[in-house]
Nanobody, 123 residues
């Protein structure tokens, strides 16, 4: 059974940075991708970024390209999301996710979810 536990959320002013972490327990195949989704109040959950474990290839939503960086430390079984130049539009609950295949960008791609960590960006 895979468990995903996020940390690193918090409150920051616009223009600031945060780094989210997700520790995975249990076996995750190299044929899986891991990634981050977010959900703002009243909005659908959306894919933010993902990384294909087998090849390290990455995917980013257009809204975060050039500002967010996803990475994975295989030795620590930990996924990261470095978020720079944050804006109030980035305010959301951020969820760690894992699923089969090379990319996670919609909820149906995901097999495992974390509980989420809140990110709040003030103007």
């Amino acid at each position: 059974q895979v468990q995903l536990v996020e940390s690193g959320g918090g409150s920051v002013q616009a223009g600031g940075s945060l780094r989210l972490s997700c520790v995975a327990s249990g076996y995750i195949s190299s044929n899986y991708a891991m990634g981050w989704f977010r959900q703002a109040p009243g909005k659908e959950r959306e894919g933010v970024a993902s990384i294909y474990i087998a090849y390290g290839s990455t995917y980013y939503a257009d809204s975060v390209k050039g500002r967010f960086t996803i990475s994975r430390d295989n030795a620590k079984n930990t996924l990261y999301l470095q978020m720079n130049s944050l804006t109030p539009e980035d305010t959301a609950m951020y969820y760690c996710a894992a699923g089969r295949g090379g990319r996670l960008y919609k909820q149906t791609d995901v097999g495992y979810w974390g509980r989420g960590t809140q990110v709040t960006v003030s103007s």
